[in-house]
């Protein structure tokens, strides 16, 4: 038995209520003063730990720290997270996950980082990835579905995403599409799904769901630019929520929502939080700009934007980049 692992377990399930000494060194099945100890060492790994005579000890909101102890108890997944791997830096997580991949690490498999040097968004573009604030996640899946079914990956997991942040911070959270996570009209997370296809092009060798999502607050730590349309959920709602929390809801949720790829059930929850629908807007299609009104989202996750000779245009996820225009 791993005393360290188990008694932060104990702590992590008590949900931030005290656990007394007594109680963990039965469940434990060592001496009051090894849990001291054990204490004493988890507080040298940078756990805060509060420990109070008459009531014994619980695992400070101050903490802060990620750890897969923390997050494995709280799950209630068939799959995702059978393996969690947590790192306090790395490059990116997509592409230590991509490399895992040709390891054979299986369907399920997290990848999760406190801070990334090299994080990366759609389109080129960067993701920054600031120590303390954020959840840097990356997902292993093995789908068993075909080909049509990829493109709906990333929009499943956008609700689960949703879904998770919106149940712990109590403000409605909404989603641009294709996979940017909205609160208040900041963008507070994205995700990046990266794909390989197998060898008879029919069916996904694997895809890597990449989320990144800023939690606590990043003001300070964003330059003016990315300020005026990225934010975090504490900056916009006030919530300061655990990240190891948020991070088996996110798992929990996103189970859920993929299992709902084949049968697309997810899109009614998907459509009623998209945030372009009804708004003109403007697409950049290969260099191409358009304006037009966002009609909707179809069965197939495309977004239908209505051009002024009353075209429809139906746009994929992969080719457009849009921006909402206030008339
Ligand atoms: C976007 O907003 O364009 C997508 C951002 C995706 C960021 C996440 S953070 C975890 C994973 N690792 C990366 O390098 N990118 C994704």
Not at 26 to 38: C, F, H, Q, Y
Not at 83 to 107: C, M, R, W
Not at 229 to 235: K, P, T, V, Y
Not at 302 to 324: C, D, F, V, Y
């Amino acid at each position: 038995m791993n005393i360290k692992r188990t008694l932060l377990n104990t702590l992590a399930e008590a949900g931030g209520r005290f656990v007394s000494g007594a109680a963990i060194a039965e469940k434990l099945g060592v001496s009051r003063n090894a849990v001291w100890k054990t204490v004493k060492a988890l507080e040298a790994d940078g756990y805060i730990i509060e420990s109070i005579t008459s009531k014994g000890y619980r695992l400070s909101e101050a903490s802060n720290r990620l750890s897969a102890d923390l997050i494995t108890p709280l799950l209630d997944t068939k799959k995702l997270g059978c393996e969690i791997q947590v790192f306090d830096e790395i490059d990116s997580t997509n592409n230590y996950a991509k490399i895992l991949t040709s390891q054979g690490s299986p369907h399920g498999t997290v990848i999760i980082s406190d801070r990334q040097t090299e994080g990366r968004g759609r389109m080129g573009r960067n993701f920054v990835s600031p120590s303390g604030t954020g959840i840097y996640m990356s997902l292993i899946l093995r789908p068993e579905y075909g080909l049509d079914c990829a493109p709906l990956m990333t929009s499943a997991a956008a609700c689960g995403v949703a879904e998770a942040i919106e149940e712990m911070c109590g403000s409605r959270v909404m989603i641009k599409w294709v996979n940017d996570i909205y609160i208040r009209g900041k963008k507070i997370s994205g995700i990046l799904t990266e794909a390989s296809l197998g060898l008879e092009m029919k069916i996904l060798d694997f895809a890597v769901i990449g989320i990144g999502i800023n939690v606590r607050s990043v003001k300070g730590k964003f330059d003016d630019e990315l300020s005026q349309i990225a934010s975090s959920i504490e900056d916009e709602t006030g919530a300061i929520l655990d990240r190891n929390v948020l991070c088996a809801k996110i798992l929990n949720k996103l189970e859920k929502y993929l299992d709902m790829v084949e049968s697309k059930a997810f899109l009614d929850e998907y459509r009623s939080r998209e945030l372009l629908t009804g708004n003109v807007i403007t697409s950049n299609v290969g260099g191409e700009i358009l304006k037009g009104i966002a009609m909707g989202i179809d069965d197939n996750a495309n977004l239908i934007m209505k051009l002024p000779n009353g075209q429809l245009k139906k746009l994929g996820s992969g080719e457009a980049n849009l921006t909402r225009i206030t008339e």
